[in-house]
């Protein structure tokens, strides 16, 4: 359950076509899992013209989550999530090595909320290029 919740999260931090509606959507899915650590990752991103440059471009952003690590021996638990991040465009693809490491605590289950988990301290640890190869 802590796995999924952090895959989940991430996915729909990280998942992103390029329509300003869609990524609203799916922030405004992913922050009542989170402390203000995510909401300031998006804020920065945001600032930076990250969300903006996606849509007018036409990049649609895609995480494949490859594993996650939880500690639960240590309460609050540790976790690491591992991914391949995609920023598909028209001519192109870029693929990336992700990594993220979070805390988290249990609080209520929620509709919002499900696993009744809070990710705290939200960090990207890696995201790292691959490389680019041409579409056909």
Known sequence: E????VARFNGLLLNLSPSSEAIRANIDRALP???RSAYNYWQDLSE???YQR????NITQQMVVDSVTVDVSVYPYTARCYAH?????ESNITAYEFESSCRLIETERSPVNPHGLMIEKFNVVRNES?????RK
């Open 2 to 5: 802590v796995q999924d919740h």
């Open 130 to 134: 691959l490389g680019t190869r041409q």
């Open 33 to 35: 899992m989170s402390d």
């Open 54 to 57: 996606l849509v007018q471009a």
């Open 48 to 50: 930076q013209g990250f």
């Open 85 to 89: 991040q995609y920023m598909i465009r």
